[in-house]
C-alpha cells in the first residue's frame, strides 16, 4: 500500500517500465535480473478488493518473462510502496494476504485457471523509512517458537526481497548511475540542505546522460517537485519544468529554503534563549524569597517549598548555607 505524497509519487515512476528495469537491475538480486526479457514488461491493474476486509489498495504489479533452463515463462513483479514512519512488522502476514488476494484476482480475471496452475510472483517491498527495516522476511520466520519437525512442511512460506534504500551509502548509489539511483540519493539526503543540493546536482547529470532525456526529466521533475513541497519547502515550484533547464533557477530556491530555515533556527533559539532566562530569573527570586523565610525560621521546609516553588530537597540544602537572621 502506498501512503502520503508517494501515492502521486513513486507510484508514477513506477508506471513507466525503464524505472521497473532500474529497480530489478540496480536493486534486485543479480541472478534475478539476468533471467528477465525486460523488453516483456508489461504493467497490470493493481487495484482490486480484498475479499477478507473489503479493502480497497492499489500496489504497482508488472509481468515479465523469463528464460529458466531452455523455457519462456511470465513473472509477475508485486512492487509494494512501504513508505511509513515506522517499521511494520506485520509486513510478511500482509504480504501474503495480498498474494493470495492477487492469485485470486487472476482467477477472477481468467488470466489463469486451477487447471493451468498459478504463475509465480516476486514480492518486493520498498521502503524509505528513517528507521532501519527490521521485520522477518518470511512469515514462517514468525512462527514461534519453531514447531517440531513433523509440523514444519504444514507451516506457510512466503518471503518477499526488500529493498531498503536507507541502507545504501552514496557510494553504492554513484555506482548505479541510473535515474532511480539518483531518486534513492535525494531520499536519503533531505535532513541536510547542501546534500539535497549535492543529490540534485547528481540526477541532472544523470539526466543530461540519458537517452530518453526529455522523457525522463519531465518524470524526474514531477516527482521531485511533489518531493519537495512533502519536505515544506517553502519555495514557488510553478516555474519549475525541467531539472536540466532549470537547474541554476531550483539551486537558487534550494537555497532560498536552507536561508530561510537558518534565520527561523536562529530566531527559535533566541525565543528558547529569552524563555529560559525568564525561568531563571524567577528560580533566582524564587531562591531569594526562600532564603529570607529559613533565616526566619518560623516556615518549616515543606511550607516554604509551597510558597516558593521550590522542592523540599532544595530547601534542605540551602537551609546548610544560609546564616540565621540576627
Same mark, same amino acid.
Given at each position: 500500500?502506498?501512503?502520503?505524497?508517494?501515492?502521486?509519487?513513486?507510484?508514477?515512476?513506477?508506471?513507466?517500465?525503464?524505472?521497473?528495469?532500474?529497480?530489478?537491475?540496480?536493486? @534486485?538480486?543479480?541472478?534475478?535480473?539476468? #533471467?528477465?526479457?525486460? &523488453? %516483456?514488461?508489461? $504493467?497490470?491493474?493493481?487495484?482490486? =478488493?480484498? +475479499?477478507?476486509?473489503?479493502?480497497?489498495?492499489?500496489?504497482?504489479?508488472?509481468?515479465?518473462?523469463?528464460?529458466?533452463?531452455?523455457?519462456?515463462?511470465?513473472v509477475f513483479l508485486y512492487i509494494l510502496l512501504e513508505f511509513q514512519s515506522a517499521v511494520d512488522h506485520t509486513m510478511p502476514i500482509r504480504?501474503?494476504?495480498?498474494? @493470495?488476494?492477487?492469485?485470486?484476482?487472476? #482467477?477472477?480475471?481468467? &488470466? %489463469?485457471?486451477? $487447471?493451468?496452475?498459478?504463475?509465480? =510472483?516476486? +514480492?518486493?517491498?520498498?521502503?524509505?523509512?528513517?528507521?532501519r527495516w527490521s521485520a522477518r522476511q518470511d512469515i514462517y520466520d514468525m512462527v514461534q517458537p519453531e514447531p517440531p519437525a513433523f509440523l514444519r512442511v504444514y507451516q506457510p512460506h512466503l518471503r518477499y526481497y526488500l529493498i531498503d534504500e536507507g541502507?545504501?551509502?552514496?557510494?553504492?548509489?554513484?555506482?548505479?548511475?541510473?535515474?532511480?539511483?539518483?531518486?534513492?540519493?535525494?531520499?536519503?539526503?533531505?535532513?541536510?540542505?547542501?546534500?539535497?543540493q549535492r543529490a540534485v546536482d547528481r540526477i541532472v547529470a544523470i539526466i543530461q546522460n540519458d537517452p530518453h532525456k526529455e522523457r525522463t526529466d519531465a518524470i524526474i521533475t514531477r516527482w521531485l517537485k511533489r518531493h519537495l513541497q512533502w519536505l515544506g519547502a517553502g519555495v514557488n515550484l510553478e516555474q519549475l519544468n525541467s531539472l536540466v533547464e532549470d537547474k541554476d533557477m531550483l539551486a537558487e530556491k534550494l537555497e532560498s529554503w536552507a536561508k530561510k530555515e537558518r534565520l527561523e533556527g536562529r530566531q527559535e533559539g533566541r525565543q528558547e534563549g529569552r524563555q529560559e532566562g525568564r525561568l531563571e530569573g524567577r528560580?533566582?527570586?524564587?531562591?531569594?524569597?526562600?532564603?529570607?523565610?529559613?533565616?526566619?525560621?518560623?516556615?518549616?521546609?515543606?511550607?516554604?517549598?509551597?510558597?516558593?516553588?521550590?522542592?523540599e530537597t532544595d530547601i534542605v540544602a540551602m537551609r546548610h548555607d544560609t546564616p540565621p537572621e540576627q
Open positions: 500500500m502506498v501512503s502520503n505524497h508517494h501515492d502521486t509519487g513513486y507510484k508514477e515512476l513506477f508506471s513507466y517500465p525503464e524505472f521497473v528495469q532500474q529497480l530489478i537491475e540496480g536493486f @534486485a538480486p543479480t541472478e534475478i535480473a539476468e #533471467l528477465m526479457d525486460f &523488453t %516483456t514488461l508489461e $504493467s497490470h491493474n493493481g487495484n482490486y =478488493i480484498t +475479499p477478507l476486509f473489503e479493502e480497497k489498495f492499489e500496489d504497482v504489479v508488472w509481468s515479465v518473462d523469463i528464460s529458466w533452463q531452455g523455457a519462456r515463462q511470465q504480504l501474503m494476504h495480498y498474494v @493470495a488476494c492477487f492469485y485470486d484476482h487472476l #482467477l477472477k480475471q481468467r &488470466t %489463469t485457471t486451477p $487447471s493451468k496452475g498459478l504463475p509465480p =510472483i516476486l +514480492p518486493i517491498v520498498l521502503y524509505n523509512g528513517s528507521q541502507r545504501y551509502t552514496d557510494e553504492e548509489l554513484l555506482k548505479r548511475h541510473t535515474p532511480l539511483s539518483g531518486v534513492f540519493g535525494i531520499e536519503n539526503a533531505t535532513a541536510d540542505r547542501h546534500a539535497l528560580q533566582e527570586t524564587s531562591r531569594d524569597i526562600a532564603r529570607r523565610l529559613i533565616a526566619l525560621r518560623t516556615l518549616s521546609d515543606a511550607q516554604i517549598a509551597e510558597a516558593t516553588g521550590l522542592s
